[in-house]
């Protein structure tokens, strides 16, 4: 049986790390979306390069508990709510199920329909992408949230971190911070993060940067908001730090202590 997702809990950690966008896989049933394979390589929205390498790195360093997708977010969105208020914002990074995709070439950003994910009317639209959400997003969900109540009944505090990584050009806009510290309005945790990455990296650090939890609308597990006993923070990286793996533990080992740091 193929596995959409995967998980693996450590009764003795506190930490839950996730990686929505950890895989490139997609279905043989979807027929690359009918993308050219030039296509997804030169895509800025297929994966997150280098996001499941530091989760990885993280979960083994630090002995967490994890969980991470394994299908591809052109397929449909892990970190996407199915009717969030930005949902249409864009067509190509703001849907769960995204209609087109950003692809680089000669230096600049183009949009290319994505033909697996047009449909004839908006109603079929709305109808595979609410199937495709329930199939993949919502078991992936479920999971995460038992985890999160099986680590608060045996620890004080609960800590979800999910793992991303970015372009450091997007749709034209130039993105200069090396890891984005993403956080919901309580802020104690985050700035005691915050603070200790500044103070033992030469990293730049982004404060909400260099986009915010309001623009994903809040991520897939945005509950965590309103629950006691429960922070979420998220470490977007800036994927030009992840290009081989002495870069990659570089900026793990950071994220690492700043972890150990305020939370240990």
Not at 44 to 59: H, I, N, Q, R, S
């Amino acid at each position: 049986m193929v596995k959409n997702h995967y998980k693996k809990y450590r009764k003795k950690s506190n930490i839950l790390l996730t990686c929505e966008h950890a895989s490139k896989r997609i279905p043989r049933e979807f027929k690359r979306l009918g993308l050219k394979r030039k296509e997804l390589e030169n895509s800025k929205d297929w994966y997150d390069p280098g996001a499941f390498e530091v989760m990885k790195f993280l979960a083994e360093k630090l002995k967490t508990s994890c969980i991470y997708s394994d299908v591809s977010r052109l397929v449909i969105d892990y970190n996407r709510r199915l009717n969030g208020k930005n949902k249409n914002k864009d067509k190509f990074h703001s849907c769960p199920m995204k209609y087109e995709l950003l692809v680089g070439k000669n230096g600049k950003d183009d949009i290319v329909k994505i033909p697996g994910n047009n449909f004839s009317t908006e109603k079929k639209f709305l109808a595979e992408e609410k199937k495709r959400f329930k199939k993949y997003v919502v078991p992936y969900r479920k999971d995460g949230y038992l985890m999160i109540d099986r680590i608060k009944n045996v620890h004080k505090m609960a800590y979800v971190i999910l793992i991303h990584s970015f372009y450091p050009f997007y749709n034209g806009d130039k993105r200069n911070v090396d890891i984005g510290v993403l956080h919901f309005s309580k802020q104690t945790f985050s700035e005691r993060v915050i603070k200790s990455l500044k103070k033992n990296t030469k990293f730049k650090i982004g404060n909400n940067k260099p986009w915010k939890l309001s623009d994903a609308d809040g991520s897939i597990f945005h509950r965590v908001e309103d629950m006691k006993n429960a922070e979420l923070l998220v470490f977007d990286i800036n994927n030009k730090n992840l290009i081989n793996k002495k870069d990659i533990k570089k900026i793990s080992v950071a994220i690492a202590e700043a972890l150990k740091e305020n939370i240990f």
